[in-house]
Nanobody
Framework: QVQLVESGGGLVQAGGSLRLSCAASGRAFSAYAMGWFRQAPGKEREFVATISWRGGTIYYSDSVKGRFTISRDNAKNTGYLQMNSLKPEDTAVYYC????????????????WGQGTQVTVSS
């Protein structure tokens, strides 16, 4: 079992950038695939990006493809989501999540979740 804590959210103007971090503790982070999801008020939690435990497999949602970059540093037990060219529709609480098997775009596949970090993009 791994525990996750997100950080790096904040308020940014449209077109700006933020980097979210997901710090892991407990069982070895390198053994887990990692995903990023986001949830806006009144909406379902949606997939953003995922990366396999070695980083060889990466998927992005169509809405963030070309703008966001997921990465991980297993030596630091930390995952990242670099968000560029942010849009107001990116406003949401962002969550990192971990699972024991291959990278997945499905929310239900993840066993462990962080508490979330708020990202707000102004016009």
């Amino acid at each position: 079992q791994v525990q996750l804590v997100e950080s790096g959210g904040g308020l940014v103007q449209a077109g700006g950038s933020l980097r979210l971090s997901c710090a892991a503790s407990g069982r070895a982070f390198s053994a887990y695939a990692m995903g990023w999801f986001r949830q806006a008020p009144g909406k379902e939690r949606e997939f953003v990006a995922t990366i396999s435990w070695r980083g060889g497999t990466i998927y992005y949602s169509d809405s963030v493809k070309g703008r966001f970059t997921i990465s991980r540093d297993n030596a630091k037990n930390t995952g990242y989501l670099q968000m560029n060219s942010l849009k107001p529709e990116d406003t949401a609480v962002y969550y990192c999540a971990a699972r024991q098997m291959v990278a997945s775009t499905l929310r239900s596949d993840y066993n462990t979740w962080g508490q979330g970090t708020q990202v707000t993009v102004s016009s």
